[in-house]
Nanobody, 123 residues
Framework: HVQLVESGGGSVQAGGSLRLSCAIS????????LAWFRQPPGKEREGVAA??????????YYDDSVKGRFTISQDNSKNTLFLQMNVLRPEDTAMYYC???????????????WGQGTQVTVS
């Protein structure tokens, strides 16, 4: 099983920045497709950013609400997934989750593995 552990959340004023991290372990030599999701208070979970790292892939997908402000990336070892969040807005307040799946699912929430989440609050 893949284990995912998020960190980096916190409280920030509007216009500020945060960098979320997701430590990835347990996947051996298997390739997993990774994404960030968020769940605002009282709302459903929604896709934020996803990476297609499969053969012929290398594409990155963002929800329209975060394009130009958020950046998804991995470190060279591919053991950590990041989400750089700039120009944060109050509507970005949510629990943020990283997710992994054996094949590319884009921003659809049916991922197999999930972290426990990290809270981001923008005031």
């Amino acid at each position: 099983h893949v284990q995912l552990v998020e960190s980096g959340g916190g409280s920030v004023q509007a216009g500020g920045s945060l960098r979320l991290s997701c430590a990835i372990s347990g996947r051996s030599n298997e390739n997993y497709f990774l994404a960030w999701f968020r769940q605002p208070p009282g709302k459903e979970r929604e896709g934020v950013a996803a990476m297609n790292t499969g053969f012929g892939g290398g594409n990155i997908y963002y929800d329209d609400s975060v394009k130009g402000r958020f950046t998804i990336s991995q470190d060279n070892s591919k053991n950590t997934l990041f989400l750089q969040m700039n120009v944060l807005r109050p509507e970005d307040t949510a629990m943020y989750y990283c997710a992994a799946h054996p094949w590319f699912r884009g921003l659809n929430p049916g991922y197999q593995f999930w972290g426990q989440g990290t809270q981001v609050t923008v005031s």
